[in-house]
């Protein structure tokens, strides 16, 4: 005959049961189910069947079951013991159908996001490849042109002709940038060749290429490089970077403005920043505009152009030397670009990788 203390014991067992969020029930050590909560009862309809659970689960185990009406549960058997006894275990069921249900259709819509990033890549690939050719020929004829035993061009003829060539020229630039964006994405990823990089030639050489660009902008540009290590890095990217800076620089900042670059080593990085007195970026965009295609409202509705990928393929190339690229504000509201870059180059020099 069950004692006062075992009843005592028993309703406080079926009250602790009934509280638990999931269906439960407890076995004895004779595997012979003890108590169960009325979740339990539901789940399984007709009630406990001890016969069902198997033998004795010394250890904790998980497992989710499918049901016959279609659902499917999360069984989790707790064993329970004291001072290294085994006084039974502790079963709980979870109704995980819904779960499941949108797991599966999580998973297929990433399959099919992934085949349509697989589509749009293959497309802006065969799109950008079949542009480059007649841009080739443009570029020539253009050139041609100017070739006075063609006959000479007035300077109206002339001036047309020069806008013609440097539009084919930014035309080629986009291209180069679509290409470059589809091969990161593609899983061969973008290889890049390490070596010993002087940061002040690299810098020399960035600045004076473009110029004669910045010059005709009507801006200023400033260089202060501290000397310092050689750095190990891929010097032909990093010039990809830069260049991809300084001709933002140059695009969004109004006539009469001034773009500096400063370089300096601290610590184990290179700290390279690249300001200007230009429109800025909104403090929101920060962060977005190193995704690809992405351009902050102002630049959109300012009328500059631009495509958004230079600075998705920029983090790409610092992301590969293990360095990092940021953006805030230069103290006269233009922006400023901060590259840093470890002396040493990535600690283990990735030779290939997936762009996101
Ligand atoms: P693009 O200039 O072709 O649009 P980028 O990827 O180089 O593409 O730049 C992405 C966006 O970042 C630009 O559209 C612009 O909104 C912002 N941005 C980049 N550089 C500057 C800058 N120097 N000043 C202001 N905004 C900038």
Known sequence: MASEDDDRWRTLL?????????????????????????GFTRLFGTGVRAGEIPARHHVHRTAELPLPDGRTVRRVIEPLRHEGAYLGALWTYEDVTERKRRERDLERDNVALTELARQRNAFTAAASHELRTPLTSVISFCE???DPSFGTLTDEQASFLDAIRRNADRMQRVIADLLLTTRMRATAG??????????DRMLQDAVLDRMSTTQEAGLFTVLECTSGPLLRGDRHRLQNVLANLLENAAKYTPAGGRISVTAAPRGEFWEIEVAD?????????REEIF??????????????PGTGLGLAISRTIVRLHGGTITVGEAPDGGAAFLI???????DDPPREEAAA
């Open 14 to 38: 079926d009250a602790v049961l009934e509280a638990l969020p999931a269906c439960a029930a407890v076995q004895g050590p004779d595997d012979r189910v003890l108590a169960a909560n009325r």
């Open 144 to 146: 041609l042109l100017t």
């Open 190 to 199: 973008l290889e890049l060749e390490f070596g010993d990089v002087e940061v």
């Open 277 to 285: 007195t230009g429109i800025g970026v909104p403090e929101e965009f």
């Open 291 to 304: 995704n690809g295609f992405v351009r902050a409202p102002n630049a959109r509705t300012g009328g500059y």
């Open 340 to 346: 840093r870059l470890p002396v040493a180059g990535p």
